[in-house]
């Protein structure tokens, strides 16, 4: 069975900085894309970044653009989301997510394309 585990999250104070881990466990995931969403109280899960299965193409959702960069390790398959400058509404569990669909890169920010979740890791911006 496949698991993603994230690892990273914590409290931070507004302007600092945070950097989120995503590795996979079990049967070896491969040419998968990965992203990662967040869900703040009371709010819809969104999406966050996304990468391609080689790397070379990222996207990211506005609210983020300059300030997060996703990036992925393929030595350990591991994906990474460096996030800056942090606010209080970054606050939320961010998520990561795998997937292998053949419309991701045109639906990549839909939660239906991806079909293996992690258990999520909080984060926390004090103002």
């Known amino acids: 069975q496949v698991r993603l585990v994230e690892s990273g999250g914590g409290l931070v104070q507004a302007g600092g900085s945070l950097r989120l881990s995503c590795a996979a466990s079990?049967?070896?995931?491969?040419?998968?894309?990965r992203a990662w969403f967040r869900q703040a109280p009371g709010k819809v899960r969104e999406f966050v970044a996304a990468?391609?299965?080689?790397?070379?193409?990222?996207v990211y959702t506005d609210s983020v653009k300059g300030r997060f960069t996703i990036s992925r390790d393929s030595a350990d398959n591991t994906v990474y989301l460096q996030m800056n400058s942090l606010k209080a509404e970054d606050t939320a569990v961010y998520y990561c997510?795998?997937?292998?669909?053949?419309?991701?890169?045109?639906?990549?920010?839909?939660?239906?394309?991806?079909?293996?979740w992690g258990q999520g890791t909080q984060v926390t911006v004090s103002s």
């Open positions: 997510a795998a997937s292998w669909s053949t419309f991701w890169a045109i639906k990549y920010r839909e939660s239906s394309q991806y079909t293996v």
């Open positions: 079990g049967r070896t995931l491969s040419n998968d894309a």
């Open positions: 990468t391609s299965w080689s790397g070379s193409s990222t």
